[in-house]
T-cell receptor, first 114, second 113 residues
Framework: DGGITQSPKYLFRKEGQNVTLSCEQN?????MYWYRQDPGQGLRLIYY???????QKGDIAEGYSVSREKKESFPLTVTSAQKNPTAFYLC?????????????FGDGTRLSIL | GQNIDQPTEMTATEGAIVQINCTYQ??????LFWYQQHAGEAPTFLSY????GLEEKGRFSSFLSRSKGYSYLLLKELQMKDSASYLC??????????????FGTGTRLLVSP
């Protein structure tokens, strides 16, 4: 079955530590996205990538970094510069064309500070 | 700029009909999606509109008016399991040509017996 796999499901970060959230898709989608969701809030775009080796900052990119070395993978690193990292992180992918195909989401990673 | 507005919260009774509105302003509209999200879970796709009019899918329907920058999601024969947040998202190709979804803050629907 095709889909998006995020890991881990829960992650704890110590102060000053960088952590990396994994996102893998086997849907053959060109575009991949990272969102942050805070309690009772909508989704805010962190980074997105339309093709391999290229990515763009979203609305709240400060304190985060990404890479897109393979089409299937789009890991997100939460750096120590992100002072308020506690949130629910969602990875998504979508075809790169104008079709009616929706954005597919992974099950999310819940990040907390120790 | 981009702006999507939805009501924060709505309540309804089991078996009733509820309409969740969404208004938007984007620079490069290229389709509107509705998602359902239960607490602590990922959003799941409900419907897609790119042309004006009504799209019906079982108990759920979605309407779009591009000239008014307006959409609504209609839920019929409400069930308790419909209690969730409903997210309106606009596909925008912006100035770069890259396509992304811009999400509203979501409408939390509470269905009571």
């Amino acid at each position: 079955d095709g889909g998006i796999t995020q890991s881990p499901k829960y992650l704890f970060r110590k102060e000053g530590q960088n952590v990396t959230l994994s996102c893998e898709q086997n849907l053959n989608h060109d575009a991949m996205y990272w969102y942050r969701q805070d309690p009772g809030q909508g989704l805010r775009l962190i980074y997105y990538s339309q093709i391999v080796n290229d990515f763009q900052k979203g609305d709240i990119a400060e304190g985060y970094s990404v890479s897109r070395e393979k089409k299937e993978s789009f890991p997100l690193t939460v750096t120590s510069a992100q002072k308020n990292p506690t949130a629910f992180y969602l990875c998504a992918s979508m075809t790169g064309d104008n079709s009616n195909q929706p954005q597919h989401f992974g099950d999310g990673t819940r990040l907390s500070i120790l | 700029g981009q702006n999507i507005d939805q009501p924060t919260e709505m309540t309804a009774t089991e078996g009733a009909i509820v309409q969740i509105n969404c208004t938007y302003q984007t620079s490069g509209f290229n389709g509107l999606f509705w998602y359902q999200q239960h607490a602590g879970e990922a959003p799941t796709f409900l419907s897609y509109n790119v042309l004006d009019g009504l799209e019906e899918k079982g108990r759920f329907s979605s309407f779009l008016s591009r000239s008014k920058g307006y959409s609504y999601l209609l839920l019929k024969e409400l069930q308790m399991k419909d209690s969730a947040s409903y997210l309106c998202a606009v596909r925008d190709h912006g100035n770069t040509g890259f396509q992304k979804l811009v999400f509203g803050t979501g409408t939390r629907l509470l269905v009571s017996p």
